[in-house]
């Protein structure tokens, strides 16, 4: 049974800081490309950030410099590093992970940028 759960998000005042970590079980991590999504409310679900096995990364350009994606295979864990957060990164945070035409998704954790 193939699990992705998804912890860190919060409530965070504007300029600060997240970070968010999704463990996943039931897959060989290592064969897997992961990404972070997030859903903002009353819009459609968008990729913030991915990783692929080896360890390269891509951004969506609103979050560039400001968000950092990382995995740690020894504990099949993708984390995303969130900084100078903005009310706009308001939204459901979802992580995904994807092999060929396979892929899981995780429940999703809120993140809330707003003083």
């Known amino acids: 049974q193939v699990q992705l759960v998804e912890s860190g998000g919060g409530l965070v005042q504007p300029g600060g800081s997240l970070r968010l970590s999704c463990a996943a079980s039931?897959?060989?991590?290592?064969?897997?490309?992961m990404a972070w999504y997030r859903q903002g409310p009353g819009k459609q679900r968008e990729l913030v950030a991915s990783i692929n096995s080896g360890s390269g990364a891509n951004y969506a350009d609103a979050v560039k410099g400001r968000f950092s994606i990382s995995r740690d295979n020894a504990k099949n864990t993708v984390y995303l590093q969130m900084n100078s957060l903005k009310p706009e990164d308001t939204a459901v945070y979802f992580c995904?992970?994807?092999?060929?035409?396979?892929?899981?998704w995780g429940q999703g954790t809120q993140v809330t940028v707003s003083s």
């Open positions: 039931g897959v060989t991590f290592t064969l897997y490309n």
């Open positions: 995904n992970a994807r092999l060929r035409i396979t892929e899981y």
